[in-house]
């Protein structure tokens, strides 16, 4: 069975400096990620996905299959950017999501 | 287009009682799914529906059905409430039914509580 585990709860940084929300996964095959975001009194959204290899909102996400992992990365965070984040690994039709960490960037 | 939608917004419960949560998407997506949302536990998929005339149960199916009443609408009925199910519901859709990196697109969720 397919696990993503997000080790972090909460993540608190200041207002340009980094961030980094790390992913870890087990699956056995080929793995499809994503990072799904939710602001405050939004929907959940897709943030990025792993194939695509973009740069959204000024984020990055790597997958490194020898340590099975698909950090979040972001150089210089801004206040807008605190939300909740959610990694998720996709089998087949269904999404299999990490518990999620809370960012907050404080001015 | 109003995307995913989902009725009601909140809805307080005795246990023991029914109810069914309402969804519907605008998107003439394949796939629906009902996810509940717990603190520390992240969002934890219930049923989906690959395709319409189809379901499948998820993670956490117990004490949940669902309908798939067309490709437009996926309703979510507890049959007996219990304190158990009090969390936050999602509905979801997405484009595709098959592999590939196609995207979900969430409902605002509905918050139930059941006393």
């Known amino acids: 069975a397919q696990r993503v585990t997000q080790p972090e709860k909460l993540l608190s940084v200041f207002k340009g400096a980094p961030v980094e929300l790390k992913c870890n996964y087990s699956?056995?095959?080929?793995?499809?990620l994503f990072w799904y975001v939710q602001y405050s009194r939004q929907r959940l959204q897709l943030l990025l996905r792993?194939?695509s290899r973009e740069s959204i909102k000024g984020f990055t996400a790597d997958l490194n299959k020898g340590e099975t992992s698909f950090h979040l990365k972001k150089p210089f965070a801004q206040e807008e950017d605190s939300a909740m984040y959610y990694c998720?690994?996709?089998?087949?039709?269904?999404?299999?999501f990490g518990a999620g960490t809370t960012v907050t960037v404080r001015a | 287009n109003a995307g995913v939608t989902q009725t009601p917004k909140f809805q307080v419960l005795k246990t023991g009682q029914s109810m069914t949560l309402q969804c519907a998407q605008d998107?003439?997506?394949?796939?629906m799914y009902w996810y509940r949302q717990d603190p520390g536990m992240g969002l934890r998929l219930i049923y989906y529906?690959?395709?319409?005339?189809?379901?499948d149960k998820g993670e956490v199916p117990n004490g949940y059905n669902v309908s798939r009443l067309n490709k437009r609408e996926f309703s979510l009925r507890l049959e007996s409430a219990a304190p158990s199910q009090t969390s936050v519901y999602f509905c979801?859709?997405?484009?595709?039914?098959?592999?590939?990196?196609?995207?979900?697109?969430f409902g605002p969720g509905t918050r139930l509580t059941v006393l």
């Open positions: 998107m003439n997506h394949n796939s």
């Open positions: 979801a859709s997405s484009p595709t039914s098959g592999r590939g990196s196609d995207t979900q697109y």
């Open positions: 792993h194939i």
């Open positions: 529906s690959a395709s319409e005339g189809t379901t």
């Open positions: 998720a690994l996709k089998d087949d039709y269904k999404l299999s």
């Open positions: 699956y056995s095959g080929s793995p499809e």
